[in-house]
């Protein structure tokens, strides 16, 4: 047996090269043997074609390598294998272009072009296929041949006679080149295959392929069978679904749905709902019924009649009006807080004697921990109301106010009309936790949302964007709560009764421990009279040295680790009382943490202590002011805010244009640079109220008179030296007393709030006020300047009577006249 040459190449020794007119094929690959129709356009291809049929010759029919480009101008942009093909006929269209059949007859391999015009000619050579011999092959031929039936059995998009035809052919060549015939195969594979000489690898490649294919189309149909079951399935369930109702028909009774739809209407009929609710409803209702059951919308007609049905049109608590039982209620629950509570004992006492009274929506404002969301639980249960809470810290979305439209998918009602539904009364204590912590995004402003809610005037016909049906909320006692008012919108602010909860004083706190916290967590952790006895000096030294804030959670925080090492005692069998003395204080919650005390040890030259108000009440902070050489007017630190460096430079022209009556030279400040610095510079500050304290500090430092230290003190300040009013006064000075000192300077326009001080503080810290920074130095200095002249400034001291304010006139100021001077005043109307 003759040896099979490894390539169609060797089959002659020396190739014959010949030249014939080139057509590039796009996206199309020609075979030996296969006859297509082609249909030519380009100019270059038609003059081909036409050289070709003149001569009476062939013609080389080369792939692209990309299909896209249109003109050919080398070689190398075609694929270097090709065929040789016969023109069986050539008609010419109207459009110019060229429709031939042709008829491949053998490979050929490109070696260049002859010429590239009037059409392309290619030097080629053609390849002559060997038909191969041996066991490999023929076993090779059979599968093929099989893989063909199969391919042509699971649904292939070829003819069926395909497999016939495949059977009958016995050359292997013949018989791959067959199979580029599917359109499963792409141009990269076919092209691959024309290129692959040896006959015994085509037919590799053919099987992988067609092995390819059948897995492909064998996993499509059982994907179709899959599909055509559950279509079955469904199909089959709808005609018996139909003869079940058909047989219900009959027998008088109802199919389920139309069962669920009478029920529906039996339920809006009895829910007392308003008759413009209950017409929408009974529509929703009518168009559910029309609805085929299987429809989605079913679902979503059913859910939404639901929550209609479902909340308390005309369901409301009986309000407790007797006026003592409340307050015992309120003072069972919190010691202190006499504001909130006569707020709410006033509301009582008038809807006692009005019957139609629309509700306060109140604003509990104050430091956490204080108690402003237990407060709202307590009045809820004084009223006899129920009690809802939401959250509205971190809230970005109004849908969660008002809710989703119904054209969403899993749209419900807003947390609003949720709180409400849970209530089951109409008349509920609502409470609006953490309303200063709203957020604002591209989804909506959730604070505009409440307007609408908060408002008296509106909230009777609120909309929910779900029901799209007004709901009465005027009758819901809406109550807020916030850490710091500036966050919350002013028109939101407008709407709400605001009431300031401060931080509560230290007798306070030892009163809540004593009364509530205490007993709740021996109850706690299991804990009894027998096993522990806490005594009052502990729970001033816990308030004084372990917890530093306004409200008491801390303190409860170590009320509950005293509690738990306690408890840990008694399991482990300690039978006698453990007396929780201050050593034993000490033993459990180690070293004091906090100094009661915070002011400076000594008096201090350019040190002042001014009094802030924080998100955790009052506190004390220093203000500290050195002279150094330099020619700026001042240097500020400690981050602070646009307003606070403005108080600094008003502060500090006052000092400059009294320099002669502080006694300080003018030379001072040509030579001098202040430095004024404020402690804890990781912490952002500002405020006006800081005014009177720089001030201070700066004309210390200036003249070298020490400040006193048990002084604290807050106002803001005037180019003129006034002193003006500042708010959070009760937290401010419950901040000075907590820290230690004896005296506080505050303005005197704020008399009128010192009745909100509670008597104790009242007894042990001595208030000034004053009117001008020169009473201010008179009192905050070791010893004033000689020259300064001021008047005594009053002294609110003693836990005496208050003065009463007297009472304030509409006034016009015509003048500013120096501080020393009166104000001239003109009576409204003159």
């Known amino acids: 047996?003759?040896?099979?040459?490894?390539?169609?190449?060797?089959?002659?020794?020396?190739?014959?090269?010949?030249?014939?007119?080139?057509?590039?094929?796009?996206?199309?690959?020609?075979f030996p043997e296969m006859i297509v129709p082609l249909q030519v356009g380009r100019e270059k291809s038609v003059a081909a074609l036409n050289a070709a049929v003149d001569n009476g010759g062939p013609i080389a029919l080369v792939t692209q390598r990309k299909a896209e480009q249109e003109e050919i101008g080398d070689a190398s942009e075609l694929y270097g294998i090709g065929t040789l093909a016969k023109i069986a006929q050539v008609v010419q269209l109207q459009d110019g272009t060229v429709r031939a059949i042709v008829q491949g007859q053998s490979r050929i391999r490109v070696h260049g072009f002859a010429h590239t015009a009037p059409y392309l000619a290619a030097r080629v050579e053609e390849l002559h296929d060997e038909t191969p011999s041996g066991v490999e092959v023929q076993a090779l031929v059979r599968s093929v041949q099989a893989q063909i039936e199969q391919y042509v059995a699971n649904g292939a998009p070829v003819p069926p006679e395909a497999a016939v035809a495949a059977r009958n052919i016995t050359e292997p060549g013949l018989l791959a080149d067959m199979v580029a015939y599917s359109p499963d195969m792409t141009t990269e594979q076919r092209q691959e295959l024309l290129e692959t000489a040896d006959v015994e690898q085509r037919l590799k490649?053919?099987?992988?392929?067609?092995?390819?294919?059948?897995?492909?189309l064998e996993l499509k149909g059982k994907i179709q069978s899959e599909v055509k079951s559950e279509m079955d399935k469904t199909q089959r369930e709808y005609i018996l679904r139909e003869q079940l109702k058909a047989i219900q028909r009959e027998l008088g009774e109802d199919d389920p749905q139309q069962a669920e739809i009478n029920e529906l209407r039996e339920k809006v009929e009895s829910s007392g709902m308003p008759e413009e609710v209950r017409a929408r409803a009974i529509k929703e209702i009518d168009r559910m019924s029309r609805i085929?059951?299987?429809?989605?919308?079913?679902?979503?007609?059913?859910?939404?009649?639901?929550?209609?049905?479902?909340?308390?049109?005309?369901?409301?608590?009986?309000?407790?009006?007797?006026?003592r039982e409340a307050a015992t209620i309120l003072d069972e629950d919190h010691y202190g807080l006499e504001k909130v509570k006569e707020r709410i004992l006033e509301y009582l006492a008038v809807r006692s004697l009005a019957e139609k009274i629309r509700s306060p929506i109140l604003l509990f404002v104050g430091p956490p921990g204080v108690g402003k969301t237990s407060l709202g639980k307590s009045i809820a249960?004084?009223?006899?109301?129920?009690?809802?809470?939401?959250?509205?810290?971190?809230?970005?979305?109004?849908?969660?106010?008002?809710?989703?439209?119904?054209?969403?998918?899993?749209?419900?009602?807003?947390?609003?009309?949720?709180?409400?539904?849970?209530?089951?009364?109409?008349?509920?204590?609502?409470?609006?936790?953490?309303?200063d912590k709203i957020g604002m995004d591209f989804r909506g402003d959730p604070s505009s949302a409440l307007l609408e809610v908060l408002d008296p005037e509106q909230n009777f016909s609120f909309q929910d964007n779900y029901l799209e049906v007004p709901f009465d909320l005027s009758k819901v006692l809406f109550i807020a709560t916030a850490n710091l008012l500036d966050p919350i919108p002013a028109p939101l602010r407008d709407r709400m009764e605001m009431i300031q909860l401060p931080g509560y004083t230290q007798q306070e706190k030892v009163e809540i421990a004593k009364r509530f916290l205490v007993p709740k967590q021996m109850e706690n952790h299991g804990l009894k009279a027998k096993h522990i006895d806490i005594r009052d000096e502990s729970l001033t030294e816990l308030v004084q040295a372990y917890t530093h804030e306004a409200g008491v959670r801390n303190l409860e925080r170590e009320l509950a680790n005293i509690m738990r090492k306690v408890a840990r005692q008694v399991a482990e069998g300690r039978k006698r009382k453990t007396v929780v003395d201050i050593k034993r204080l000490v033993e459990f919650l180690g070293p004091p943490r906090f100094?009661?005390?915070?002011?400076?040890?000594?008096?201090?030259?350019?040190?002042?202590?001014?009094?802030?108000?924080?998100?955790?009440?009052?506190?004390?902070?220093?203000?500290e002011v050195t002279k150094m050489e330099g020619k700026e007017d001042f240097i500020l630190t400690g981050q602070l805010g646009d307003v606070m460096r403005e108080s600094a430079r008003a502060a500090l022209s006052w000092i400059r244009s009294h320099a002669p009556e502080l006694g300080i030279e003018r030379e001072v400040f040509e030579k001098n640079t202040l430095h004024i610095h404020v402690p804890a510079g990781a912490i952002p500050k500002d405020g006006p109220s800081a005014g009177v304290t720089m001030a201070t500090a700066m004309v210390s430092a200036l003249t070298g008179i020490p400040v006193r230290k048990d002084v604290a003190m807050t106002g803001e300040i005037t180019l003129r030296g006034r002193v003006l009013p500042i708010g959070g006064l009760k937290s401010k000075i419950l901040a000075a007393h907590l820290s230690g000192a004896g005296m506080v300077i505050l303005p005197r326009k704020n008399e009128k709030d010192l009745r909100d001080i509670p008597e104790e503080i009242r007894k042990q810290v001595k208030l000034v006020l004053a009117d001008t920074m020169a009473e201010v130095l008179e009192a905050a200095l070791r010893r004033a300047p000689k020259a300064l002249k001021a008047e005594t400034p009053r002294v609110v001291e003693g836990g005496g009577e208050l003065p009463k304010p007297e009472p304030q006139s509409r006034v016009r100021r015509t003048s500013f006249p120096p501080a020393d001077q009166p104000p001239v005043v003109v009576q409204s109307g003159r």
Not at 297 to 318: C, F, K, Q
Not at 599 to 612: F, K, R
């Open 1 to 30: 047996m003759a040896k099979r040459p490894s390539n169609p190449v060797e089959q002659q020794s020396t190739p014959v090269i010949r030249e014939l007119p080139l057509v590039a094929l796009r996206e199309t690959v020609i």
């Open 205 to 216: 490649l053919v099987s992988a392929f067609l092995a390819r294919q059948i897995e492909i």
């Open 292 to 323: 085929p059951s299987a429809s989605p919308e079913v679902g979503v007609i059913r859910t939404y009649v639901d929550w209609l049905v479902s909340l308390p049109w005309n369901v409301a608590t009986d309000d407790r009006l007797d006026i």
């Open 381 to 435: 249960r004084a009223m006899g109301r129920k009690f809802v809470r939401m959250s509205l810290g971190g809230i970005h979305d109004e849908a969660e106010i008002r809710g989703h439209r119904r054209t969403y998918i899993g749209a419900l009602p807003g947390r609003i009309v949720q709180n409400v539904k849970t209530a089951g009364t109409n008349n509920p204590v609502f409470m609006l936790d953490e309303v």
């Open 595 to 623: 100094e009661y005390g915070e002011l400076e040890a000594e008096d201090q030259t350019g040190s002042a202590t001014g009094l802030v108000v924080t998100e955790v009440g009052g506190d004390v902070v220093a203000v």
